[in-house]
C-alpha cells in the first residue's frame, strides 16, 4: 500500500511534467475534463452517501457507496492522466482577486489530491481486512479530504474551463 501510495502520485507527476513524451498525434481528449468533473461530482455524491449509510449502520449501503467513490476516483485518475498526457496545461486568464482565489484552490487541491491518494488505499486496505478500528481512525482524515478533493477539482473545472481552446 505505501508503493501505490508513493508511485500513483510520483507517476501522475511524471505523466503531466512530460506529457511530451506521451503524446499521441490526432488523439481526441478535449471533453476529458468535463467527464473529469462528472468523475468528481459523482464521487463527492458517494461520500457523503456513504458517510450517511455508515452513521445510519447501514454497512452494505456505506460499502457500496466507498467502492463506487474509489472506483469513480480511479477512472478519474486514468481519465486526469490520458487528458493531461496529450494536452498542455490551460493558463487561468482571470485577474485580481479572483485568481489569487484560483491558485489558492489549485494547489490545495493539488497537494491534498496526492496525500489523498495514500490515505483512500490505506483506508481501503483496513476495511478490506477487517481492522476496522484502524479503518475509523484513518477515515476520519480520509473522508473530508477526499470530499474537499472531489468537490475543488469541480470548482476548479468551472474556474478554467472559460480559457480551454
Known sequence: MI???????????ILHFFSKSFHIAGAQ??????????????????????????RQKQVLRH????????????LFLVSYVMYHSQVESTKFGGEGLIRGVYYFILLSH??????TVGLVLFTLYFALTEQFAKHRRIARWTFPIWLYVSVTGVIV???????YT
Open 63 to 74: 460499502r457500496a457507496m466507498m467502492g463506487t467513490a474509489f472506483l469513480l476516483g480511479a
Open 157 to 163: 473545472y468551472f474556474m478554467i474551463s472559460p480559457y
Open 3 to 13: 508503493i501505490l501510495g508513493v508511485a500513483i502520485p510520483v507517476v501522475v507527476a
Open 110 to 115: 493539488i497537494l491534498l489530491a496526492a496525500v
Open 29 to 54: 481528449v478535449k471533453f476529458l475534463p468535463a467527464v473529469n468533473a462528472v468523475l468528481n461530482s459523482l464521487t463527492a455524491v458517494c461520500l457523503l452517501l456513504g458517510y450517511y449509510f455508515i
